[in-house]
């Protein structure tokens, strides 16, 4: 089965901090992850994704992602952290099985930056 | 500018009543999703389509409907809505056919039943 997991319902931050958010994912085939941002009130907006090439990616707003092939993970992570990044992020894979290449949404972080 | 709406932002109604939620996208896309989300948590797929005159279920069973006459409108209807029916519905639409595959999403109705 195909799954992302999201193994920290909140993180906590100082603002200026570097922050990383997890997600671990498990896949038949190659992966194509994805993180997305949810302010309150709206709907989610992408934020960046990998589907080939560096393990390192690059995303809007700063953040960046790191693709561990041994470790399954595509963590998220920004450098210094701004309380404007306080918000609900998602992790989300493609479904490779089915054909329906629809994506699976981990169960979210909420991510707080304190100032 | 390509963008995707959702209306009504917000719908307080009672139970018993028929109601539809609209999704329109400006982005040619013919892939187009509706998720269903409680307040700060998970999402969850409820209803899909490739394209004009298809529709499939998502991964969760819902009382809901959809149809896809028009490229870019994709409406959700419930026909007797409940309280259990309370939450957020969120629409997106990607590419067929990409190799990216991102969906992109509409800011969302927050339906409450009373």
């Known amino acids: 089965a195909q799954s992302v997991a999201q193994p920290e319902d909140q993180v906590n931050v100082a603002e200026g901090n570097p922050l990383t958010v997890k997600c671990t994912y498990s896949?038949?085939?190659?992966?194509?992850l994805f993180w997305y941002v949810q302010y309150p009130n709206r709907g989610l907006q992408f934020l960046l994704k990998y589907i080939t090439g560096d393990n390192l990616v690059k995303g809007s707003y700063g953040f960046e992602a790191e693709f561990n092939k041994s470790q399954t993970s595509f963590h998220l992570k920004k450098p210094s952290a701004l309380v404007s990044d306080s918000a609900l992020y998602f992790c989300a894979v493609r479904d490779s099985q089915t054909g329906a290449n629809n994506l699976f949404f981990g169960t979210g972080t909420r991510l707080t930056v304190i100032p | 500018e390509a963008d995707i709406y959702q209306t009504p932002r917000y719908l307080v109604i009672g139970t018993g009543k028929k109601i539809t939620l609209e999704c329109s996208q400006t982005m040619g896309h013919d892939k187009m999703y509706w998720y269903q989300q409680d307040p700060g948590m998970e999402l969850h797929l409820i209803h899909y389509?490739?394209?004009?005159?298809?529709?499939e279920k998502g991964d969760l069973s819902s009382e809901s409907t959809v149809s896809r006459i028009r490229t870019e409108h994709f409406p959700l209807t419930l026909e007797s809505a409940r309280p259990s029916h309370t939450s957020q519905y969120l629409c997106a639409s990607s590419e067929q056919g990409a190799s990216s595959y991102e969906q992109y999403f509409g800011p969302g109705t927050r339906l409450t039943v009373t």
């Open positions: 896949v038949s085939g190659n992966p194509y």
């Open positions: 389509s490739y394209g004009v005159n298809s529709t």
